[in-house]
T-cell receptor
């Protein structure tokens, strides 16, 4: 059945390194969301796209984070340079519209040492 | 005060009990979501509401726009319902999450 996939599932890296997380939305979904979850802050919306165009990335630290959709089957979230405070689980979700049900990927667990 | 408040923070119930989780918000919204996060971390969207009530199996979600309040009910609870239940409200392009309610159903 159709699912949102995310890679990698786990990533351990050192402070200062670049991290790229990838998401494949469900085929046909035109809306993609990136979320971050930490123990302290809970779930936070970082950015979302509709029809590959970024609609809102105000939740994302602009100096080090960037999100793109090179094509309809791939969304990327990049952190450069990474910092220990970026350690979190990053979820991607897709849907057929901003007011529609979102389907979550399994998440990428990031640990920055 | 957080924009989205959930109660209780933790809930332990006996199998078969009727469960209610509450969500209150302080600003006008266009929609409210209920999410379920399993112990393994996976997140499932349960409901999206803008008014009234929705039902899916043993789960019922209601929203009162005037009172800025939503409830998630679980009838005939089961240990597999053990999870974190998260309320999120949509305001324009923003999605604001509650801290979650940790539910444990004992057999």
């Amino acid at each position: 059945d159709a699912r949102v996939t995310q890679t990698p599932r786990d990533k351990v890296t050192e402070m200062g390194q670049e991290v790229t997380m990838r998401c494949q939305p469900i085929l046909g979904h035109n809306t993609v969301f990136w979320y971050r979850q930490t123990m302290m802050q809970g779930l936070e919306l970082l950015a979302y796209f509709r029809n590959r165009a970024p609609l809102d990335d105000s939740g994302m630290p602009k100096d080090r984070f960037s999100a793109e959709m090179p094509d309809a089957t791939l969304a990327t979230l990049k952190i450069q340079p990474s910092e220990p405070r970026d350690s979190a689980v990053y979820f991607c979700a897709s849907g057929s519209g901003i007011q529609e049900t979102q389907y979550f990927g399994p998440g990428t667990r990031l640990l920055v040492l | 005060k957080n924009e989205v408040e959930q109660s209780p923070q933790n809930l332990t119930a006996q199998e078969g009990e009727f469960i209610t989780i509450n969500c209150s918000y302080s600003v006008g919204i266009s929609a409210l979501h209920w999410l379920q996060q399993h112990p393994g971390g996976g997140i499932v969207s349960l409901f999206m509401l803008s008014s009234g009530k929705k039902k899916h199996g043993r789960l019922i979600a209601t929203i009162n726009i005037q009172e800025k309040h939503s409830s998630l009910h679980i009838t005939a609870s089961h240990p597999r319902d053990s999870a974190v239940y998260i309320c999120a409200v949509r305001r324009g392009n923003k999605l604001v999450f509650g801290a979650g309610t940790i539910l444990r159903v004992k057999s």
